[in-house]
């Protein structure tokens, strides 16, 4: 399938209406390869007349993007609704702004275990019965620790509202946090990261995000490592959850619930909590090192294709680049005629498919290309990455592929806030980030106004190819001749990293693990 | 705790579950479905034909999944890469996937490319077989046996995926090979195979489209007939059959991986698509292992930590399905631990059954399940056109829904003991070496 991931992974790319039509759409088109070219083959099939021209392209009206009421309850806990009285579902979330870039250096994974535990029972009530309570309601509960904002959700029936709002209060307010559950919950995730030793997916951005950020705020992975979950402790994760204030979080509701049954449910679960009145700590600013190593490597002796990332932290979601950046990525590898796709999948068959993100932030987040490549094509491979990453910079935008980007920009948000619960992550953006509640609704007017050299003025300014790390895991043996011999790339030898990202020293590289992977009964396109 | 949910009260809660729905046929026999819904602004076109892996031939395992690449390896009058440039340019985007029955390819954008859509999708059901080239098929070789790579060889565990299917069905049963195919096989693949499997399988008679969105019916079934009314009417091909396999006892098939933890996939023969028992099993399933509350959760991973993570499905087919429970064990526990805990679950399911708590609960998930289905335009045609593919021209939500209103904790123990016996196929899977690499990384 298409590595819509790539898409998805960054704040909410996309926007509302549609670019404008192109005048030159209209005329018939010339089949480009004639029938009559054809040798042997008869001119006249049926439905030629029909098939030759090309079907214009009506001009469409605006789309209005939803903007949410936004209420504050007396204790600083906002509230914001988006009502849509055809849904029959009702989508509803807790969020609160800390998040995994506020573990501590050597707490790698603090945010993450909290929410693993705010899901192991409260109440008084077991972890099994809590999601039994979940399923009787048909909800999909789901707790999520990200970068900068801890979420609980859960979306089921519409009239079910009231219990869902009764539950999401349980679990976020009321965990038991109870010492057995603890030792349940951290021997889990040593199990998953154990698991996750033998994925070069997760290895190469572990690697990539520790020899990018160091020690930093975005240094790590959510579910941090063996060595920091060992070291944490339950005392830890009350410590965190402690600094959870209603001053600092938000209720989103989207669906067919009226806002005024909405606010009651709301106000008659969450309006008693005061939060435990302790500080938050201080945000973690530390930029991101300045020299930083050019290549890494996680070595993975025998594997039959390398993954690969190339990137370099970028600009938090607050810049005023976001935008012209969200569209150079459009067309660089946001998409299936990205030109990281075409080069990579079609052109050259290295790979299934390559593309890139931006993962913006409060902190200044990455910008990532990435895609697995056959083993043996690994060297010529990274070369073409770094080549369309060159171009992009050195050269503007082609009139084509602005509109292009900014079509695709615009029902990219359309398709981005059908379902409840994918709107209710577009509205939780808004409170996370601080965005005017007009955010989206003013999308498409704002794209509209992107020009080339705009966009490319706001390239140079983030991006550097010169500056960017490769990170590597695949067969080492393999992987290093080929990158010496790509003299172009100037890239040092690299520095080995384990499977977790971290320097590997003298040990010997970690050689392979394990992990579960979804199966799948379809096999697609992209 | 909630009460059960009836599905009347769902259906007067979720009145989207009800979608109008126009049908039609075109004389050449290809089947049309609208399903308009003026609040997006957009429009999706799913265009299913009925072919999958299950019809492939001796020797070309993996050729539907192929071939569904090379559909966008450009026709007459929408040469390459115009299918991905026209759509992109405009705001739209595509897709397709291959499974064992079926073959499909949606478009959604902005609903004034319903037309480019429609058109598009025409000229490469009637020329692109003629377009085709052997360069555009070793294009698409060398994507596909990529994405073999990446999806299933550079995998933890992918290995199962070629070992089950031949485990499960006898040699000659179309699904006795992987939809993804071997790569020897798609290494054969030449261009004479791409042609004569575009004009078997790639006529009106044997597709079906759903158009939902931003339309107005009449409109959308005027272009429908502009697009596809000249198509000629070609012979429908014979429907895959086969006699239902059994699995008398257990097959147990060890392998090793470039892994860190054992794991174990138990898989059963179970009832096809549309069936009371595919509801039951759907049902059972979620009972065992869907969500924290589940069975196998609560004694595997939390209650006794022997696993990491484990999963049951439901994998629906249409001609015989495949139940399946799979564990991946903490570091220090085998795959006989697993095993055991998983075999004394299944007795006590088999012996005591559900209870009434647990059958409502799995209930009203699957009902919330298909809400969220019909939620974006692009699942909502997906959906539709499956349905119509099980259940024929009758085929709604509601009737899709109704095989669960009836299930009891007494037929759900029943098939839990006709489904979940002592014929399936165990796959054990262990550490090639056994490293300690857990503790090497610090």
Avoid at chain 1, 305 to 313: D, N, T
Avoid at chain 1, 440 to 454: C, K, N
Avoid at chain 2, 180 to 209: C, E, H, M
Avoid at chain 2, 280 to 308: E, F, P, W
Wanted: a neutral charge; charged letters at 20%; aromatic letters at 6%.
């Amino acid at each position: 399938m298409r590595p819509l991931a790539l898409l998805a992974a960054g704040v909410l790319v996309a926007a509302c209406d549609f670019a404008p039509p192109k005048p030159d759409l209209n005329p018939p088109l010339p089949p480009s390869k004639p029938a009559a070219a054809t040798p042997g083959k008869s001119a006249a099939l049926p439905g030629e007349d029909v098939l030759a021209h090309r079907p214009g392209i009506p001009p469409l009206g605006a789309f209005d993007a939803p903007v949410p009421s936004v209420l504050t309850l007396p204790t600083g806990l906002k509230l914001y609704v988006v009502h849509r009285p055809s849904a029959g579902l009702e989508a509803l979330a807790f969020i609160s702004r800390q998040g995994t870039a506020a573990d501590p250096p050597g707490k790698e994974g603090l945010a993450s275990l909290a929410a693993s535990m705010l899901q192991a029972g409260s109440a008084g009530k077991s972890q099994a019965e809590i999601a039994a309570a979940a399923d009787a309601l048909g909800a999909n509960l789901a707790v999520r620790a990200g970068p900068d904002a801890l979420t609980i959700g859960l979306s089921a029936l519409a009239p079910r509202l009231p219990e869902m709002a009764a539950l999401l209060a349980d679990v976020a307010l009321r965990p038991n946090l109870a010492p057995d559950d603890w030792r349940k919950i951290q021997a889990q995730r040593l199990a998953e990261l154990t698991a996750n030793l033998s994925q070069p997916r997760v290895a190469a951005q572990a690697a990539f995000l520790a020899a990018v950020y160091g020690n930093g705020p975005l240094g790590h992975l959510p579910p941090g490592t063996l060595a920091s979950v060992k070291g944490l402790g339950l005392r830890d994760v009350k410590a965190f959850l402690a600094t959870l204030s209603p001053g600092d979080s938000a209720i989103v509701a989207v669906g067919g619930v009226a806002p005024d049954a909405v606010r009651s449910a709301v106000e008659r679960a969450f309006g008693a909590w005061k939060g435990s009145g302790q500080r938050a700590p201080r945000r973690r600013t530390e930029a991101p090192p300045a020299r930083r190593p050019r290549f890494v490597l996680v070595d993975y002796p025998t594997k039959p294709q390398s993954v690969l990332v190339v990137g370099q932290p970028a600009v938090p979601r607050s810049s005023p680049d976001v935008l012209a950046l969200e569209l150079a990525n459009a067309v660089v590898g946001g998409s299936f005629t990205s030109r990281l796709n075409q080069n990579l999948r079609e052109k050259n068959g290295y790979s299934y498919g390559a593309g890139s993100f931006f993962a913006f932030g409060r902190g200044p987040g990455p910008f990532e290309a990435r895609t697995s490549v056959q083993t043996d094509v690994t060297g010529k491979a990274v070369t073409e990455v770094f080549g369309e990453l060159q171009r992009l910079v050195a050269e503007p935008l082609s009139a084509e592929e602005l509109e292009k980007g900014k079509a695709l920009l615009a029902f990219g948000l359309v398709e981005a806030l059908q379902s409840v619960d994918a709107t209710t992550q577009a509205v939780g953006e808004l409170f996370v980030f601080d965005l005017p509640l007009d955010e989206y609704r003013t999308f498409v007017p704002r794209l509209r106004e992107l020009t080339s050299s705009a966009v490319q003025d706001a390239v140079r300014r983030v991006l550097d190819p010169a500056k960017m790390t490769l990170a590597i895991a695949g067969d080492a043996q393999a992987v290093v001749p080929q990158l010496s011999a790509e003299s172009t790339l100037g890239l040092p030898a690299p520095q080995m990293r384990n499977a977790e990202g971290q320097p590997a020293g003298r040990t010997k590289p970690v050689v392979t693990a394990g992990g579960a992977s979804g199966r799948s009964q379809t096999t697609q396109r992209r | 705790m909630a009460p059960a949910l009836p599905l009347a009260l769902l259906l007067s809660a979720v009145p989207a579950l009800d979608v109008p729905v126009t049908r039609s046929q075109l004389p050449n026999g290809l089947k049309v479905l609208v399903a308009p819904d003026r609040t997006v602004p957009g429009v999706t076109i799913n265009l299913l034909y009925h072919v999958g892996s299950k019809d492939e031939q001796p020797g070309r395992t993996g050729f539907a999944h192929l071939f569904e690449h090379l559909m966008f390896m450009g026709a007459r009058y929408v040469p390459y890469p115009e299918f991905d440039t026209i759509m992109e340019a405009g705001g739209g985007v595509n897709n397709a996937s291959t499974s064992y029955d079926v073959t499909d390819y949606y478009s959604v954008g902005p609903s004034n490319l319903l037309d480019t859509f429609l058109w598009m999708e025409s000229d490469r059901l009637l020329t692109l077989g003629q377009e085709m080239t052997q360069e555009k098929l070793e294009t698409q070789r060398k994507v596909v046996l990529n994405e073999r790579r990446q999806s299933y060889e550079n995998v933890p565990y992918g290995k199962v995926e070629d070992v089950l299917p031949p485990a499960l069905f006898p040699k000659g049963n179309p699904y006795s090979w992987p939809v993804i195919g071997s790569s020897a096989d798609l290494r054969a693949a030449t261009l004479q195979d791409v042609k004569a499997f575009f004009a078997t399988w790639y006529v009106p008679s044997n597709a079906s489209l759903v158009i939902a969105g931003d339309v107005d019916t009449g409109q959308a079934l005027a272009a429908v007939t502009k697009y596809f009314g000249f198509l000629p009417t070609r012979p429908a091909p014979r429907e895959a059959t086969a006699p239902p396999a059994t699995l008398t006892s257990e097959k147990r098939i060890e392998l090793t991986d470039k892994v860190e933890l054992d794991k174990v996939v138990i898989a059963w023969l179970s009832p096809r698509d549309g069936t009371i028992g595919d509801a039951a099993c759907d049902l059972l399933a979620s009972i065992l292992a869907r969500g924290k509350a589940s069975r196998l959760y609560q004694r595997l991973v939390y209650r006794d930590q022997l696993a990491t993570e484990v999963h049951a499905a439901q994998e629906t087919r249409e001609l015989q399905s495949v139940f399946q429970i799979e564990a991946l064990a903490r570091p220090g526990v085998g795959v006989a631990a697993l095993e055991k805990a998983i075999d004394e679950e299944l007795q006590r399911l088999r012996r005591e059954g559900p209870t009434a708590a647990e059958v409502d609960a799995a209930r009203a998930l699957i009902y919330t399940d298909s809400a969220r289905r019909l939620e974006s335009l692009v699942s909502r045609a997906s959906y539709l056109n499956r349905l119509q593919l099980t259940y024929g021209d009758g085929a709604t939500v509601t009737r899709d829904l109704e095989r669960y209103a009836g299930l009891t904790p007494a037929s759900l123990r029943e098939t839990a003991n006709q489904v979940l016996g002592p014929g399936r196929v165990v796959v054990e899977i262990r550490p090639e070496q056994k490293l300690s690499s857990a503790q090497e990384v610090h």
